[in-house]
């Protein structure tokens, strides 16, 4: 691979839709804590509409970066910016350490080339208005676990946490 220890992070819908209105479109208290496990002590690579969605503020405990043209807000927010997501890996991609592509749509379809595992919320439900998605993956990523959960309270619906690894570094 170009660059180490690249992973996607997504939750995403029976249709592959991740976003509505620049927001995400479901509640899921579950997948919260998940995405908060999942990223914690890490670098989270994200594109400015993601940025925006969440209020222009750097996630605790991970190193923000945000991929935009529009350089003045490292300046602004106190988080790294670069032009190109290959910009941003070269200087954050490592060997040792795990780097967590976060959205949205637009760096999903950029970053998929590069990422050896998908941990993919799969939300059992359609949104309807949707207008951002995950781009298709089927055909690089092979299904490694699988964790079902069912709606409750603090989740609307039900859910599944997956995990997919590059078909290449299963026939290792
Ligand atoms: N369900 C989920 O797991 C999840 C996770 C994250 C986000 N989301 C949702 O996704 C939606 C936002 O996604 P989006 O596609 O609209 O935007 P996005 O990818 O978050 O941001 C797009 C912007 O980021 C920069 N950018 C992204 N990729 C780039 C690349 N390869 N090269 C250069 N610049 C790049 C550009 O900024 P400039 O225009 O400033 O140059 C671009 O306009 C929201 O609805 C959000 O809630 C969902």
Redesign the pocket.
Known sequence: MRYPGISVI???DRHSA???N???PWRLSADMKYFKNATMGKTIV?????FA?LGYRQLPGRHTVV????VKLGEMYGVDVY???ENALDANASKNCETMI??????YR?ALEYAEKLYITYVDTVVADAD?FFPSFDESFVLVSEEKHHSDEKNEFDYSFRIYERKSNQMQ
């Open positions: 997504a939750a995403i991740i976003g509505r620049n927001q995400i994200m594109g400015r509409n993601t969605s991929v935009s043209s529009d032009e190109s997501l976060i959205g949205g749509g637009m760096l950029a951002c």
